[in-house]
């Protein structure tokens, strides 16, 4: 019997006071239930986007006013400017996540892909999610684990960040960055050193770097570390390997949300040095929304525009355990040429029902094209796209 259910019966005794207390109880109850129904969702909700990507942005009448025969003013303008390294720490906004890829290289020729991510939601109660996952590129083998926990397990660091949770560490200050995790017969001891600028994602043609305007949806501060050179080791059954390698770190944080959006997202290292972020939007009707990105180098960094992406999809592969079928591999044409994506390991699903509400696909991809590389995809609310599917049949 839910509270509700409770709350609504009527007991019949006699006498006021009885009635009384009768009557406290089931407002008592009710408020408890629609308590209890608000955190829920306020919590499911959240965490449900701890993994995402960018809403669409607003258009220039929605993103700020207008003056006719003058450029929009962005509502970014009135915000505080991205200031790093002070904004590496948590902000206390409503979803805010710090995330790690990499492919690492062993001396001994094998290579080891992993990500780790921290999400903190802040609705009426808080919560902190760790995610790790170790891919063995030779023999296809996957270790991942998930945390979750109230409040934010760090310890406090004026310019940086400090998450302890189960054993695991993830950690920054100023450049340097330490990640630690032991976990489903792996661990990952990696400590990195960014030598290269940040790179401030913005809207093509916004004048606020670091700030993305989502309209309805809220603004989001986003940047990135795309090259941060990783030294240190993994260890599988107990066997440890020295590993080295480039790591992409995002970080973003707002008050924001999206309800019925997925996302194919791209973190791509190019071997002509540069880097690549892309993201495409879809609705749960499958149909696309937006397409956007960075391109950056040594030079500096080009917010492109929707007309400059173009993403074809290729292969899907369907996951044996949840059925979900993803696209995972990928035409990219872009100003610079045609890229083809395709997967090391097609079974990279991450099942974080447990603590984000969400399942998606997260693992490393080569590239080949116009120019060769390697990468990280990750395909977000294709779960979701299915159930959606199937409600309507």
Do not use: C
């Amino acid at each position: 019997m839910t509270a509700d259910d409770y709350a609504s019966q009527d007991y019949s005794h006699s006498g006021s006071r009885s009635s009384r207390k009768r009557r406290a109880r089931r407002r008592g109850l009710k408020i408890f239930a629609a308590a209890l129904v608000v955190v829920i969702a306020v919590v499911g909700w959240g965490l449900f986007y701890l993994s995402a990507s960018e809403p669409e942005p607003a258009t220039a009448a929605s993103a700020g006013s207008v003056d006719t025969g003058r450029k929009p003013v962005e509502r970014t303008a009135a915000l505080a400017p991205l200031n790093l390294p002070a904004d590496d720490a948590p902000h206390g906004s409503g979803m805010e996540w710090w995330y790690y890829n990499g492919i690492l290289d062993a001396k001994t020729g094998n290579r080891y892909a992993f990500h780790v991510a921290v999400f903190v939601a802040n609705g009426l109660i808080k919560h902190t999610v760790m995610h790790v996952a170790l891919t063995d590129l030779q023999t296809g083998k996957r270790y991942s684990s998930q945390t979750r926990t109230g409040g934010i397990p760090a310890k406090g660091v004026a310019k940086g960040f400090d998450f302890r949770q189960d054993g695991w560490q993830v950690a920054a200050s100023g450049p340097l960055h330490v990640l630690r995790a032991s976990f489903d017969g792996a661990s990952l001891a990696l400590d990195l050193n960014d030598a290269h600028p940040v790179v401030a994602h913005r809207a093509a043609g916004s004048d606020t770097p670091g700030l993305l305007d989502f309209g309805k949806s809220g603004i989001s501060y986003y940047y990135s570390r795309p090259r941060i050179a990783a030294q240190g080791e993994i260890a599988i059954g107990g066997k440890t390997v020295p590993v080295s390698g480039d790591v992409w770190f995002d970080h973003q944080w707002g008050d924001f949300d999206v309800l019925s959006l997925g996302w194919n997202w791209f973190a791509l290292h190019l071997a002509d040095g540069s880097d690549v972020m892309l993201y495409e939007l879809f609705d749960m009707e499958g149909r696309k929304v937006m397409t956007a990105g960075t391109v950056s180098n040594a030079s500096g960094s080009v917010a492109l525009k929707p007309g400059d992406v173009e993403l074809t999809p290729g292969n899907t592969w369907t996951s044996p355990k949840t059925k979900i079928t993803y696209v995972v591999e990928w035409g990219v044409k872009l100003p610079s040429g045609v890229l083809n994506i395709k997967p090391f390991i097609a079974d990279s699903e991450f099942d974080s029902s447990g603590t984000t509400a969400n399942i998606y696909w997260e693992g490393p991809v080569k590239v080949t094209g116009s120019t060769s590389g390697e990468g990280f995809v990750e395909l977000s609310g294709y779960d979701r796209l299915d159930a959606a599917r199937v409600s309507r049949k």
